[in-house]
């Protein structure tokens, strides 16, 4: 029985996981939630469902924070639980080849963290091997990675954002800024706080930034959100203007693009001319923000390649990554790596 080879894109938001050869078989929430310290009541999206929602002695956590593993014991338990929903098998004798995305700047000590996971699991592993998300988001992109001469993407994720520069196979330059979508929540749920008096939810704050969100201010609009009155500490209601909102977004925006234009000046001039002339590929959930595109155009002076799939090149990539052996050398074991 041949190896069975898994891509596991574990996104602080989403977990993404494809097999070889079908491609993506599972996106949900990273999440779980359990009772009594390990008692397992829900995961993925039917954990999200109850979100803000359950009672005191319900533990909701997101396993990965800012890219890494920061729930080592829920990380096993969360990961073995969405491989057997995607009917991973346990191969008696090949096992299983698990390959991880992770940040370009991750240590050994978080590269340990994904290793453990996987020789913990359940369902038996070969080997485990780590995939550097600029690289696997790139060649998702369908860009030939080992012959580029410079290619820039942007990785807006929901607890990072990465900006990387490659060539040739490899990351020319890197930066790992620790803010995306939940940031911008944040920023929601502080703003209506000061703004309106008004406490709201995570997810009522993830609601105001999907309808009323925009990188450029457009026409005036409201949303009536329900939340709970800072000064009664009744239910109360108010209508929230777009204004507030973009303007949330931006904040996030302005602080993402000075790193971007930070880097640039940092390209080696011979990388430049390829970048000029094929532009800024920009993934992750974060891109799907309306009128991100024209945004960027405008701060960067530079041609903008929007995502079809943002949500899905990273894994893409690592399906490539496993099928194609010319693209084998973007992985190495984790093993290697630690104890060589």
Same mark, same amino acid.
């Given at each position: 029985m041949a190896v069975q080879k898994y891509g596991l894109d574990l996104g602080t938001e989403n977990i993404k996981l494809s097999h070889f050869p079908q491609g993506m078989i599972l996106c949900e929430k990273n999440l779980v939630a359990a009772k009594k310290k390990q008692e397992i009541v829900a995961f993925g999206d039917a954990a999200y469902d109850i979100y803000e929602r359950a009672s005191d002695n319900i533990r909701i956590t997101y396993p990965i924070f800012q890219g890494v593993i920061a729930g080592l014991t829920d990380m096993k338990q969360i990961l073995d639980l969405f491989l057997k929903k995607a009917k991973c098998s346990n191969g008696f004798i090949s096992g299983n080849a698990f390959y991880f995305s992770v940040p370009s700047d991750v240590t050994e000590v978080e590269k340990r963290a994904f290793f453990d996971v996987a020789l913990s699991s359940q369902f038996k592993s070969k080997d485990a091997f780590i995939v550097e998300k600029p690289m696997a988001a790139v060649v998702g992109e369908g860009v030939d990675l080992l012959h580029s001469p410079g290619v820039m993407v942007i990785d807006m994720g929901a607890g990072t954002t990465e900006v990387s520069i490659l060539a040739q196979g490899g990351i020319v330059l890197s930066r790992l800024l620790k803010m995306g979508g939940n940031t911008i929540d944040d $920023?929601?749920?502080?703003?209506?706080?000061?703004? &309106?008096?008004?406490?709201?939810?995570?997810?009522?704050?993830? #609601? =105001?930034? +999907?309808?009323?969100?925009?990188?450029?201010?457009?026409?005036?609009?409201? $949303?009536?959100?329900?939340?709970? %009155?800072?000064?009664?500490?009744?239910?109360?209601?108010?209508? *929230? %203007?777009?204004?507030?909102?973009?303007?949330?977004?931006?904040?996030?925006?302005?602080?993402?693009?000075?790193?971007?234009?930070? =880097?640039?000046?940092?390209?080696? !001039?011979?990388?430049?001319?390829?970048?000029?002339?094929?532009?800024?590929? *920009?993934?992750?959930? *974060?891109? $799907?923000?309306?009128?991100?595109?024209?945004?960027?155009?405008?701060? +960067?002076?530079?041609?903008?390649?929007?995502?079809?799939?943002?949500?899905?090149?990273?894994?893409?990539?690592?399906?490539?990554?496993?099928?194609? !052996? #010319?693209?084998?050398? +973007?992985? &190495?074991?984790?093993?290697?790596?630690?104890?060589?």
């Amino acid at each position: 029985m041949a190896v069975q080879k898994y891509g596991l894109d574990l996104g602080t938001e989403n977990i993404k996981l494809s097999h070889f050869p079908q491609g993506m078989i599972l996106c949900e929430k990273n999440l779980v939630a359990a009772k009594k310290k390990q008692e397992i009541v829900a995961f993925g999206d039917a954990a999200y469902d109850i979100y803000e929602r359950a009672s005191d002695n319900i533990r909701i956590t997101y396993p990965i924070f800012q890219g890494v593993i920061a729930g080592l014991t829920d990380m096993k338990q969360i990961l073995d639980l969405f491989l057997k929903k995607a009917k991973c098998s346990n191969g008696f004798i090949s096992g299983n080849a698990f390959y991880f995305s992770v940040p370009s700047d991750v240590t050994e000590v978080e590269k340990r963290a994904f290793f453990d996971v996987a020789l913990s699991s359940q369902f038996k592993s070969k080997d485990a091997f780590i995939v550097e998300k600029p690289m696997a988001a790139v060649v998702g992109e369908g860009v030939d990675l080992l012959h580029s001469p410079g290619v820039m993407v942007i990785d807006m994720g929901a607890g990072t954002t990465e900006v990387s520069i490659l060539a040739q196979g490899g990351i020319v330059l890197s930066r790992l800024l620790k803010m995306g979508g939940n940031t911008i929540d944040d $920023q929601i749920q502080l703003e209506v706080k000061t703004r &309106y008096n008004l406490l709201i939810g995570r997810k009522t704050a993830e #609601s =105001l930034k +999907l309808s009323l969100g925009s990188a450029i201010l457009g026409g005036r609009s409201t $949303q009536k959100v329900l939340g709970r %009155d800072m000064v009664t500490g009744l239910p109360a209601e108010a209508a *929230v %203007d777009s204004r507030v909102i973009c303007a949330c977004v931006r904040r996030i925006l302005k602080e993402i693009t000075a790193s971007v234009r930070s =880097l640039l000046e940092r390209i080696p !001039p011979e990388v430049i001319h390829s970048i000029l002339s094929t532009g800024i590929h *920009v993934t992750g959930g *974060v891109s $799907q923000t309306e009128n991100l595109e024209t945004y960027l155009k405008q701060e +960067l002076a530079l041609p903008i390649q929007m995502s079809e799939h943002p949500l899905e090149s990273t894994v893409r990539g690592l399906t490539k990554i496993m099928s194609e !052996p #010319s693209l084998s050398g +973007l992985a &190495y074991s984790i093993k290697e790596s630690i104890f060589s």
